[in-house]
């Protein structure tokens, strides 16, 4: 194992001035869906209740609590509708050693039953998430008289958005003839 020295050039204060002159970057925002936006706004309001709450606490030194249920509720929508994204965007954690050594025929049969067991996965997920809410449709949050049925039609909502996700991806990979699995380094500069 070689160690390199990192060199480091002196910039003057007028050269550290002009970087700033150059135009930034383009920004496109087509790259982000409808549910991106909607996880966003959750998310600032989770943001705005864990402030809230803290300022409270430690500011007032008389804590809401109803700040804590709200912010827990807005994390379980955060965490599902941020899925959501991943899975559009095939950014959720697997495992592809086997893809760098097996031959690509058989690399593209197990990509295309990964996003075959994907697709049944979350209609699976879907359908439990609706008998789920049959069973407590009447419940209410413990410190806020609002229904849970808002939770649960976030968590549904975002099932069903990751199984058509995962269908969309199933057929992106079927036209484009690999997936990420099998070509990650495809993948790298896509969204960057």
């Given at each position: 194992?070689?160690?390199?020295?990192?060199?480091?050039?002196?910039?003057?204060?007028?050269?550290?001035?002009?970087?700033?002159?150059?135009?930034?970057?383009?920004?496109?925002?087509?790259?982000?869906?409808?549910?991106?936006?909607?996880?966003?706004?959750?998310?600032?309001?989770?943001?705005?209740?864990?402030?809230?709450?803290?300022?409270?606490?430690?500011?007032?030194?008389?804590?809401?609590?109803?700040?804590?249920?709200?912010?827990?509720?807005?994390?379980?929508?955060?965490?599902?509708?941020?899925?959501?994204?991943?899975?559009?965007?095939?950014?959720?954690?697997?495992?592809d050693v086997l893809y760098h050594y097996l031959p690509a025929r058989v690399t593209r049969v197990m990509a295309t039953i990964v996003d075959l067991?994907?697709?049944?996965?979350?209609?699976?997920?879907?359908?439990?998430?609706?008998?789920?809410?049959?069973?407590?449709?009447?419940?209410?949050?413990?410190?806020?008289?609002?229904?849970?049925?808002?939770?649960?039609?976030?968590?549904?909502?975002?099932?069903?958005?990751?199984?058509?996700?995962?269908?969309?991806?199933?057929?992106?990979?079927?036209?484009?003839?690999?997936?990420?699995?099998?070509?990650?380094?495809?993948?790298?500069?896509?969204?960057?």
């Amino acid at each position: 194992m070689s160690v390199t020295q990192e060199i480091h050039t002196q910039v003057t204060p007028e050269e550290l001035a002009h970087t700033f002159d150059e135009a930034p970057a383009d920004v496109d925002l087509k790259v982000y869906a409808f549910e991106d936006w909607v996880t966003l706004g959750i998310f600032w309001l989770m943001t705005g209740c864990v402030f809230l709450q803290f300022f409270t606490r430690y500011v007032l030194n008389n804590s809401y609590a109803w700040t804590e249920e709200i912010a827990v509720n807005c994390l379980i929508g955060v965490v599902f509708l941020g899925s959501v994204m991943c899975v559009r965007m095939s950014r959720h954690i697997q495992v592809d050693v086997l893809y760098h050594y097996l031959p690509a025929r058989v690399t593209r049969v197990m990509a295309t039953i990964v996003d075959l067991v994907r697709i049944g996965f979350f209609a699976y997920g879907s359908w439990l998430m609706w008998r789920y809410m049959e069973i407590v449709a009447d419940e209410e949050m413990v410190t806020v008289a609002l229904p849970r049925n808002i939770v649960f039609y976030t968590v549904l909502a975002a099932f069903v958005l990751m199984f058509l996700r995962s269908i969309q991806v199933f057929v992106a990979n079927m036209r484009r003839g690999y997936s990420v699995l099998e070509r990650p380094e495809a993948f790298q500069n896509a969204e960057d």
